[in-house]
Nanobody, 124 residues
Framework: EVQPVESGGGLVQPGGSLRLSCVASGLTFDDHAIGWFRQAPGKERESVSCIGTKNGDTYVADSVKGRFTVSSDNAKNTVYLEMNSLKPEDTAVYYC?????????????????WGQGTQVTVSS
């Protein structure tokens, strides 16, 4: 069974950092791009970042550009989301997901396997 598993969330003060990890076991990692999405209370789920695990192409949303970095370790079937200079508006549940294909996509409907999510709270 394919089940991405996120970890690394928590409570951090504004300006702090967290690194989220997504382990996507049960699939051929190179064949599935991995995306990071977030959903804040009362808001729609939005794309934060994604990476094409075969070609390494990356995307980062404008709202987090310069603060968040996505990377992958294909040998470990793991994708990371490094989050720096965190702001209260980054507070959300963060999900990782594996897409149908290997090319990075921001479209939610491109993703077929979803993790359970990890809570990130930025507050003083």
């Amino acid at each position: 069974e394919v089940q991405p598993v996120e970890s690394g969330g928590g409570l951090v003060q504004p300006g702090g950092s967290l690194r989220l990890s997504c382990v996507a076991s049960g699939l051929t990692f190179d064949d599935h791009a991995i995306g990071w999405f977030r959903q804040a209370p009362g808001k729609e789920r939005e794309s934060v970042s994604c990476i094409g695990t075969k070609n390494g192409d990356t995307y980062v949303a404008d709202s987090v550009k310069g603060r968040f970095t996505v990377s992958s370790d294909n040998a470990k079937n793991t994708v990371y989301l490094e989050m720096n200079s965190l702001k209260p508006e980054d507070t959300a549940v963060y999900y990782c997901a594996a897409s149908r294909g290997s090319f990075a996509s921001t479209r939610i409907d491109s993703y077929i396997y979803w993790g359970q999510g990890t809570q990130v709270t930025v507050s003083s």
